[in-house]
């Protein structure tokens, strides 16, 4: 199993920055994904940015420019820089890891709100 516990979000005037931190623990060698989903309100969750373990990134289109995904390994952390943050950007933000045979694990989401 794999452990997720988010930090950081809060609120933040548009044109602002933020960064959010997820720290995994548990079968951490079994991770073969990990990336940052948002749920605005009466909207679908979607995907923001991912990482695999090889490195690869993908973004969603809204935020490429503007957010980086990044991770430290030595401390098991995923993390997302948003810079230039948009109201538009509103959103409870969840950490995610994929791992094993395709199980996922999610953590417990942080708020994020951009004023105007």
């Known amino acids: 199993q794999v452990q997720l516990v988010e930090s950081g979000g809060g609120l933040v005037q548009a044109g602002g920055s933020l960064r959010l931190s997820c720290a995994a623990s548990?079968?951490?060698?079994?991770?073969?994904?990990m990336g940052w989903y948002r749920q605005a309100p009466g909207k679908q969750r979607e995907l923001v940015a991912s990482?695999?373990?090889?490195?690869?990134?993908n973004y969603a289109g809204s935020v490429k420019g503007r957010f980086t995904i990044s991770r430290d390994s030595t401390k098991n952390t995923l993390y997302l820089q948003m810079n230039s943050l948009k109201p538009e950007d509103t959103a409870v933000y969840y950490c995610?890891?994929?791992?094993?045979?395709?199980?996922?694990?999610w953590g417990q989401g942080k708020p994020v709100t951009v004023s105007s």
């Open positions: 995610n890891a994929e791992f094993g045979y395709r199980r996922v694990s």
């Open positions: 548990g079968s951490i060698s079994s991770i073969n994904a």
């Open positions: 990482l695999t373990s090889g490195g690869s990134t």
